[in-house]
């Protein structure tokens, strides 16, 4: 199991980021970082500014930024199959965190203690093998307690991506696994990239983040920037008023020529991880990188969408060069991309995964900070608003090769956790703090 679970890291991290394999010294590229601003490599205390394309950010005062000494990760369980998502039932006061992994199972983690009976079981479904594939997240229905549906977005057995509903039995710690009900099928054409997120946004709506379908390298298919390809996308569907879906008539795309009406945002390579912030209803998009950079879009809780996040042109504030697959177009109209609010280069890591703005208790320095992290060097990141729109970045802390991180999960009191590839969760928490 272990020589398997060491090929599957392998194939994750070189699908998830060529850039592991080219991530050196800047020497073989012909790409020009015309707008980008360095950010320094000074270990695991770092603090920056985000890159921007066209502003330095205000500094914060340091008394407001978070230091390192203050902040540890606690085990609160181990022995999980590679999990890759946690998540909480709206209105469940039973503590229950709903723990997906890779494999195809969803299982209960209730008070440090893993249930025995497994919620779902997918594996039969599931195609897992490769790189990115298996079951990749799960939601809840806004409704659930009224309703008992979730969600779950999958690999199959074919290799494309599904999204399905599957329904609570009455048993609320056991799901009906013959109650699955088909919402969207994707075709991927490669086992890369194959994006692996949905999540409801506070409009109602279902979010679903695909990448750019691979293979690895530049999308040289262009899918990303093809706005009749459903890749390289977030999808926004009404999954709540319609069967299989309906394409919420505010979407972007609705009675536009040239664009599918599902897509709410475009321009991704693999966005790997999203979140709202619960608090202003901004979205946050943590977008997986290619050979230099990591980046995190921020989508303001007033755009109407259609946002083209850039990816193939900019990978990050990066333009990449027409040697690298890159789907460069002379004369590109910058005016038309959104840049990231934040990136940072592969010095300091090469996957990024993207977390949640903090809105807990127990970690008040953090509060309306957003919280993220490297899954190949395994480092904890925080980017905390400095107060005029601007952001400043800091490294909490960094653990290449022994911790994986492979998502952040989030309790229903909004306390935050890392799960890692080697089967363990981690609850982010104050220096100190001991293991439960
Ligand atoms: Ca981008």
């Not at 919620?119 to 309703?147: C, I, N, Y």
């Not at 920037?225 to 996308?233: P, R, V």
């Not at 259609?306 to 109209?333: Q, S």
């Amino acid at each position: 199991m272990l020589r398997i679970a060491g090929w599957l890291f392998l194939w994750w991290l070189l699908a998830f980021c060529v850039a592991c394999e080219s991530a050196g010294p800047d020497t073989t590229t012909t790409g020009s970082d015309e707008t980008a601003t360095p950010v320094a490599d000074s270990g695991s205390s770092t603090a920056t500014s985000a890159t921007s394309p066209t502003t330095d950010a205000s500094p914060v005062a340091d008394s407001r930024l978070p230091r390192p000494a203050d902040y540890t990760l606690v085990t609160v369980a181990e022995g999980f199959d590679i999990p890759v998502y946690l998540t909480s039932a709206p209105g469940d006061k039973s503590g229950r965190l709903f723990v997906v992994e890779k494999a195809g199972t969803i299982a209960i983690l209730q008070d440090g203690v893993r249930r025995p009976r497994l919620f779902l079981d997918l594996r039969h479904k599931v195609g897992a093998e490769g790189r990115e594939q298996g079951l990749l997240s799960m939601a809840f229905s806004p409704s659930f307690t009224s309703d008992d549906y979730f969600y779950v977005y999958y690999t199959d057995t074919a290799g494309d991506t599904v999204v399905a509903r599957y329904r609570v039995t009455n048993n609320p710690n056991i799901a009906d696994p013959a109650s699955e009900a088909i919402i969207l099928k994707v075709d991927q054409p490669t086992p890369d990239h194959n994006g692996g997120l949905l999540v409801f946004g506070p409009d109602g709506y279902l979010y679903i983040g695909l990448g750019d379908g691979g293979p690895v390298y530049g999308d040289e298919s262009g899918n990303s920037q093809n706005t009749m390809s459903l890749l390289g996308t977030i999808l926004r569907l009404d999954v709540l008023n319609d069967f299989p879906y309906g394409i919420p008539p505010s979407n972007p795309f609705v009675g536009q020529e040239g664009g599918r009406e599902e897509i709410w945002v475009y321009g991704l390579r693999n966005p790997w991880r999203f979140a709202f912030d619960p608090l202003t209803d901004d979205l946050f998009i943590a977008d997986v990188g290619l050979y230099k950079r990591e980046e995190i879009n921020l989508q303001v809780a007033s755009s109407r969408g259609g946002e083209n996040y850039g990816w193939n042109f900019y990978e990050g504030t990066y333009l990449l060069a027409p040697d690298e697959g890159g789907k460069r177009i002379a004369g590109i109209d910058k005016s038309q991309l959104v840049f990231p609010i934040a990136e940072y280069p592969h010095t300091e890591g090469c996957a990024i995964i993207g977390g949640y703005v903090y809105h807990g208790s127990r970690l008040p320095g953090l509060v309306g900070s957003y919280v993220f992290g490297d899954h190949c060097f395994g480092s904890i990141r925080v980017l905390t608003p400095t107060g005029d729109g601007d952001w400043q970045q800091t490294e909490l802390s960094r653990d290449p090769g022994r911790k994986v991180i492979t998502s952040f999960g989030q309790g229903p009191d909004g306390e935050l956790y890392v799960l890692d590839w080697n089967g363990r969760i981690f609850l982010l928490s104050a220096a100190g703090t001991q293991a439960p």
